[in-house]
């Protein structure tokens, strides 16, 4: 299974931006794509998760600026950022869970994504 990331990038402080990653290889229908950042010296945190069935799950502190969707056909998820702030800086990794069949529970990263937002 391999997982690429796109669309980090300079945006200036209030901007937006999409990301998206493209989960391939033996991927079961039913799994869970999510996306992680991990700011510079600190930990690894999680932002949001969308299940194959469209349910969604956002940490709690990212709310309302960012939203997570996905293209089941292709094991495609995008998070769509706005009004981004210099502490939303890092690199930003997607991640895919089997939710079924024999690799049930088994866990893939892809390799990130930097974002940089400037004040």
């Known amino acids: 299974v391999q997982l690429q990331a796109f669309g980090g990038g300079f945006v200036p402080a209030g901007g937006s931006l999409r990301l998206s990653c493209t989960a391939s290889g033996n991927i079961f229908r039913e799994n869970a794509l999510s996306w992680y950042r991990q700011p510079t010296g600190k930990r690894r945190e999680l932002i949001a998760r969308i299940k194959d069935d469209g349910a969604t799950e956002y940490a709690r502190s990212m709310t309302g600026r960012f939203t997570i969707s996905r293209e089941n056909g292709q094991n495609t998820v995008y998070l769509q950022m706005s009004d981004l702030r210099p502490e939303d800086t890092g690199v930003y990794l997607c991640?895919?869970?089997?939710?079924?069949?024999?690799?049930?529970?088994?866990?893939?990263w892809g390799g990130g994504t930097l974002v940089t937002v400037s004040s």
């Open positions: 991640h895919v869970e089997q939710l079924g069949g024999k690799d049930y529970g088994t866990e893939y």
